[in-house]
């Protein structure tokens, strides 16, 4: 079976993938894009191109159009959308990062509100889920708010504004989309695991809108939680109350792969998709952050290491090969 009809069969709602559309032109690579409409992938997140920098590129200016290419490759083909992401620290333009004027807290809430309400209320139910807040939490140390210039400024209550924000717009709309918190490194039970969720049980009491955590599962082969520890994790959110799903799945390795860490990742990958298999109805889907290893952001994230993805090819426009990694996916549905 391919990959989403196989994660539907589990009872997950997709097996999907990120795309950077229009971003790479991975859209233009014909055995990149068949592989995309084939039926291993029923969900699609858009790898950049939803975010602040492109969406809100001048201060109330709202530009959609990327936004748009990106919708109209993918609706139609029956794929849900995670959509993603509308407060991160990265990827935010210069009149956020660099004022002419200084931003107060509410100066600078404000623009937060403005910027979440827009993008909610414009795209509505073409969303699955919105990642409200994208890795507001730190690793050093794990669990503290990390700085940047939503914290700087406004403190924690950047993120409960975010989310208010987006569930004012969720009842304005009278929408059914989905709001998440995504973050990394919370994959497995840690003090970074617990600020998500003690920020899941913060939301719940004020009455904000929280449906869903995203954990990341950006992984390192041979250093990726396994099944029992990644169960007990998503099984702590849905105590909570609120779904789980794998958002951004790959795991990388030293390069050039060989026969032990290609093995290594086969596991890492079975694991994972099999952690959300075992944990039952609240964990939904998985997602891996692209599946072809020629458009993967890992070799120009992290220099030296690479072969993260499901596919690999001689170079663009050529055709994909599945690697092992595949049918752990597939073996663990
Ligand atoms: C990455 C994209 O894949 C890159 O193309 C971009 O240059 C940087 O962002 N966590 C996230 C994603 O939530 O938005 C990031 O995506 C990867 C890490």
């Given at each position: ?51 602040f920098?492109?969406t809100e590129p001048e201060p109330n200016v709202f530009n959609y ?28 333009p210069?009149w956020i990062?660099?004022p ?7 100066t600078l809430?404000a623009a937060l509100r403005n910027h979440v309400t827009n993008l909610?209320e414009y ?211």
């Amino acid at each position: 079976h391919p990959l989403d009809v196989a994660a539907k069969a589990a009872g997950k709602l997709w097996f999907g993938t990120a795309a950077d559309i229009p971003g790479t032109g991975e859209a233009q690579d014909p055995y990149w894009a068949a592989e995309f409409n084939s039926t291993d992938f029923g969900e699609a997140t858009p790898a950049n191109i939803m975010k602040f920098v492109f969406t809100e590129p001048e201060p109330n200016v709202f530009n959609y159009t990327g936004a748009e290419q990106f919708l109209s490759f993918v609706e139609g083909t029956g794929k849900l959308v995670r959509c993603h992401n509308l407060i991160w620290q990265s990827e935010l333009p210069t009149w956020i990062t660099n004022p002419t004027v200084n931003w107060t807290n509410a100066t600078l809430t404000a623009a937060l509100r403005n910027h979440v309400t827009n993008l909610v209320e414009y795209f509505g139910d073409r969303c699955y889920s919105w990642d409200v807040v994208n890795e507001a939490f730190s690793d050093n140390p794990a669990g503290a708010y990390a700085s940047n210039v939503w914290f700087d400024t406004i403190g924690p209550a950047y993120v409960v504004e975010a989310f208010d924000a987006a569930t004012q717009a969720v009842k304005a709309k009278n929408l059914a989309v989905k709001l998440y918190y995504n973050d990394y490194n919370i994959e497995y039970l840690g003090n970074k695991s617990y600020a998500a969720q003690n920020l899941v049980t913060e939301l719940k009491g004020r009455g904000i809108q929280i449906d869903g955590v995203g954990l990341e599962s950006h992984f390192i082969a041979g250093e990726t939680p396994d099944k029992a520890s990644q169960m007990a994790n998503m099984q702590a959110f849905i105590n909570l109350g609120v779904d789980v799903a794998i958002t951004e799945l790959d795991v990388r390795l030293n390069l050039p792969p060989n026969a032990t860490t290609e093995a290594q990742q086969v596991l890492d990958y079975y694991n994972s998709v099999a952690a959300c298999v075992a944990v039952g109805d609240g964990c939904i889907g998985v997602t891996v952050w692209d599946f072809d290893d020629e458009y993967s952001w890992v070799p120009g994230t992290f220099p030296g290491q690479g072969y993260a993805d499901l596919f690999l090819s001689n170079g663009p426009n050529e055709p994909l090969t599945r690697k092992a990694a595949y049918d752990g996916c597939l073996q663990a549905l």
